[in-house]
């Protein structure tokens, strides 16, 4: 038996009736659409962890580092253990949450936020070894399960049209059409729009990549051409750097990493002798962890699983702790290396569509997460705005959820509606979750259906009171370390 035919039987590709090269294509969609991860986590992390002894890029380095290595661990899990085709990495939100609310708005010292977030990927790790984080997601009504893809289809469009600005703010409106005409950023993505749904219109097997790629090449060429300023369509640090020092401005890029993230290390283990010293704000800390993260990845894992077909008839995914598990392990190694905590991400959506089904597609995207290791900075010269043409793609076709939902029923309606537009409108998959779930029973009871309701349905809305008192009180300042 050769090596192709050994992994298509290993992972299963007769089952799901894809083939290596579309495993392999999904998986390269899907690192693509969630590579920004690498940049970006890094800048919001770095604003709240300082260093003695190490520059801010040092420290940007260190955490790029500890990023990679994280979604490298998480991802590898969800291939060998989950068999799933869904990438992993530092989740967005919650990064911000870690730096800007719990170090510098509440004063935690990164150290000890680290080891908050240590903690609850233990309790994640023994609540999905028992399989009650699968039994707590399977009580989510049914109309949220089928409408959270829908939601998150919307959260990622309206956040990729803003990234590639052709929504912009608004003062009077909050948003308002872009104008392509002043911003070669919404001008380039929209021609790389326009060819990537053509692309899939067609069936083209890697479109999306296709896009993406030609977006930052159009992007790169049109600035090295002069037709616009270093800075707008490609990054300015890299095009000064490979400009003004040709290949060995290249080199130089490649080799001067920061490789060695300790320091970090050794902070997480000072955060665990620092937890007595404020232990009712600690807690405070692990459990909002604890919550956002729990629904954030319960609605991304149901709305990618929905995309794929990997839900039954009950909207239930089959052997659902096994990717639990991979964000879990992914959380708990995540904090002890240096990085906030880890989530199955929905540009995951994005390697579905190409065709990924198995654990296959997350090996490949494990892979690319460790080529990486040696471009790290050159991670950079790949635009933002181009990786996000991919989500604005996905975001339209994860709407097709919508079809099944009962809109006649009340309670379908009203839970189903929440869910979908609360999600974009406040930036947040948990939140979406929270006004499906909290009005699903009470619409119930309304109607004279209550015994419809189960006694864990209505303790999940006790359980999202308690955290929303907990949320406020934490984003009012009343709770400092």
């Given amino acids: 038996m050769g090596v192709t035919e050994t992994i298509a039987d290993y992972f299963g590709f007769d089952e799901y009736d894809t083939s290596l090269s579309t495993e392999a294509v999904a998986g390269l969609t899907t690192f693509l659409a969630m590579s920004y991860i690498i940049i970006v986590n890094p800048t919001i992390l770095s604003s709240a962890i300082q260093i003695d002894g190490y520059t801010d890029t040092q420290t940007f380095q260190m955490i790029a580092v500890a990023t990679i290595l994280a979604s490298i661990v998480a991802t590898i899990v969800m291939a060998f253990w989950a068999d799933r085709p869904f990438g992993l990495a530092p989740g967005m939100g919650l990064n911000a949450f870690f730096a800007f609310t719990v170090v510098i708005g509440l004063g935690v010292p990164w150290e000890v936020a680290l080891a908050a977030v240590f903690v609850e990927g233990i309790i994640f790790i023994a609540l999905t070894a028992v399989g009650a984080r699968r039994y707590i997601i399977e009580l989510f009504p049914e109309p949220v399960k089928f409408a959270v893809g829908a939601g998150i289809g919307v959260f990622l469009l309206f956040l990729g049209l803003q990234e590639i600005e052709l929504v912009v703010a608004d003062d009077a409106t909050l948003v308002y059409l872009g104008n392509v005409a002043t911003s070669p950023v919404a001008a380039l993505s929209l021609v790389g729009l326009v060819l990537t749904f053509v692309l899939y219109a067609r069936?083209?097997?890697?479109?999306?990549?296709?896009?993406?790629?030609?977006?930052?090449?159009?992007?790169?060429?049109?600035?090295?051409?002069?037709?616009?300023?270093?800075?707008?369509?490609?990054?300015?640090?890299?095009?000064?750097?490979?400009?003004?020092?040709?290949?060995?401005?290249?080199?130089?890029?490649?080799?001067?990493?920061?490789?060695?993230?300790?320091?970090?290390?050794?902070?997480?283990?000072?955060?665990?002798?620092?937890?007595?010293?404020?232990?009712?704000?600690?807690?405070?800390?692990?459990?909002?962890?604890?919550?956002?993260?729990?629904?954030?990845?319960?609605?991304?894992?149901?709305?990618?699983?929905?995309?794929?077909?990997?839900?039954?008839?009950?909207?239930?995914?089959?052997?659902?702790?096994?990717?639990?598990?991979?964000?879990?392990?992914?959380?708990?190694?995540?904090a002890m290396i240096g990085t906030s905590t880890v989530t199955t991400f929905i540009e995951s959506s994005a390697g579905l569509e190409e065709g990924g089904r198995t654990g296959f597609t997350a090996l490949v995207v494990a892979g690319l997460f460790t080529l990486s290791l040696l471009f790290v900075p050159l991670m950079g010269a790949i635009p933002q705005y181009a990786t996000y043409i991919a989500l604005v793609v996905v975001g339209i076709i994860m709407l097709q959820g919508v079809a099944d939902i009962d809109w006649n029923d009340p309670a379908w309606l009203i839970s189903s509606g929440l869910t979908i537009t609360i999600m974009p409108l406040t930036a947040s998959i948990a939140n979406g979750l929270a006004a499906g779930i909290m009005s699903y029973p009470l619409i119930k009871a309304a109607v004279g259906e209550r015994a419809d309701v189960s006694l864990g349905q209505w303790a999940l809305v006790v359980a999202f009171i308690i955290y929303y008192i907990a949320y406020f009180a934490t984003d009012a300042g009343m709770l400092a370390f």
């Fill in 203 to 334: 069936g083209v097997r890697g479109g999306i990549v296709l896009g993406i790629l030609f977006t930052a090449i159009s992007g790169w060429l049109l600035t090295l051409l002069g037709f616009v300023a270093p800075g707008e369509l490609a990054p300015e640090d890299e095009y000064n750097q490979i400009t003004n020092e040709g290949l060995s401005g290249i080199i130089d890029m490649i080799t001067s990493v920061q490789y060695d993230f300790t320091p970090l290390i050794y902070g997480f283990v000072d955060g665990l002798g620092m937890i007595t010293e404020e232990p009712l704000v600690f807690a405070l800390v692990v459990f909002t962890f604890f919550f956002v993260d729990f629904f954030d990845t319960a609605g991304t894992l149901i709305g990618v699983s929905q995309i794929g077909g990997f839900l039954n008839e009950d909207g239930n995914l089959p052997e659902m702790e096994r990717p639990l598990m991979a964000d879990a392990v992914g959380t708990t190694v995540g």
